[in-house]
C-alpha cells in the first residue's frame, strides 16, 4: 500500500502567489515524522521542514509552512510569495517506528510563471 | 561537515562492466540509505543499514546489486553487471536516530549503461 501520496504531478502558480502541494499519508504508527524535500533541476535533495506527528502547532520555516491535519493524515505544504527559484520538483516523505525508514511520494512538479 | 559524499559523480560504463558506487555519510549518523530515482519509478528505497548493518534489502532489484558498509564512514554500491535499464541517479542519504530527524541526501551519482 501506499504510505505516501501526492496526487498533483505538476502545478504551476503566478509569482508572489502562495502555493499548497498536497500530501496525504497511511501510518497506523502513533509516532512518525512528516518531512518536504525540494529537488531543483540541479538534482540535489534540499530539506525544507519537518512535522512531528505529536506537534501541536504546524511546522514554519520561512516562506514554508505545514498545514497538518492529523484526522485527514494530509501534510501539505504551504509556499507562501512564491519566487521563480522554487521552481523544482517537491517530495513528500514519511518516516514512522516500525520501519524506520523513509517512505517517499512521487512527487509535484512545480513552475512558478514570472 | 561537509555533507553526504557520493563518488563518482556521474558514471558511463557499458553493458555488463562492473560498477561500484560509493558513499561517504555525514560523521555520527547511524542510518545510511541507498536509493535510486528514475523518471519512470521516481525515488526507490534500495536498501538502508543501521550502525552498518543491513536492515532492509527488500527494494535490491535483483542479484545484480549488492551493498557493503564496511564501517561506519564508508559503503558502496555494487551493479554486476550492469545493464542499460540501470541507468538512474543514485542516492546516498544519512540520518541520526529515529523520529524527528531528516535524512541529508548526497549529490547523487547520474550512472549511464550503455
Known amino acids: 500500500a501506499q504510505k505516501i501520496t501526492q496526487t498533483q504531478p505538476g502545478m504551476f502558480v503566478q509569482e508572489k502567489e502562495a502555493v499548497t502541494l498536497d500530501c496525504t499519508y497511511d501510518?497506523?504508527?502513533?509516532?512518525?515524522?512528516l518531512f518536504w524535500y525540494k529537488q531543483p533541476s540541479s538534482g540535489e535533495m534540499i530539506f525544507l521542514i519537518y512535522q512531528g506527528s505529536y506537534d501541536q502547532q504546524n511546522a514554519t520555516e520561512g516562506r514554508y509552512s505545514l498545514n497538518f491535519q492529523k484526522a485527514r493524515k494530509s501534510a501539505n505544504l504551504v509556499i507562501s510569495a512564491s519566487q521563480l527559484g522554487d521552481s523544482a520538483m517537491y517530495f513528500c516523505?514519511?518516516?514512522?517506528?516500525?520501519?524506520?525508514?523513509?517512505?517517499f511520494g512521487t512527487g509535484t512538479s512545480l513552475t512558478v510563471i514570472p | 561537515d561537509a555533507g553526504v559524499i557520493q563518488s563518482p559523480r556521474h558514471e558511463v560504463t557499458e553493458m555488463g562492466q562492473e560498477v561500484t558506487l560509493r558513499c561517504k555519510p555525514i560523521s555520527g549518523h547511524d542510518y545510511l540509505f541507498w536509493y535510486r530515482q528514475t523518471m519512470m519509478r521516481g525515488l526507490e528505497l534500495l536498501i538502508y543499514f543501521n550502525n552498518n548493518v543491513p536492515i532492509d534489502d527488500s527494494g535490491m532489484p535483483e542479484d545484480r546489486f549488492s551493498a557493503k558498509m564496511p564501517n561506519a564512514s564508508f559503503s558502496t554500491l555494487k551493479i554486476q553487471p550492469s545493464e542499460p535499464r540501470d541507468s538512474a541517479v543514485y542516492f546516498c542519504?544519512?540520518?541520526?536516530?529515529?523520529?524527528?530527524?531528516?535524512?541529508?541526501f548526497g549529490p547523487g551519482t547520474r550512472l549511464t549503461v550503455l
Open positions: 501510518t497506523s504508527d502513533p509516532s512518525y515524522g
Open positions: 516523505a514519511m518516516r514512522d517506528d516500525t520501519g524506520n525508514q523513509f517512505y
Open positions: 542519504a544519512s540520518s541520526l536516530r529515529l523520529a524527528g530527524v531528516e535524512q541529508f
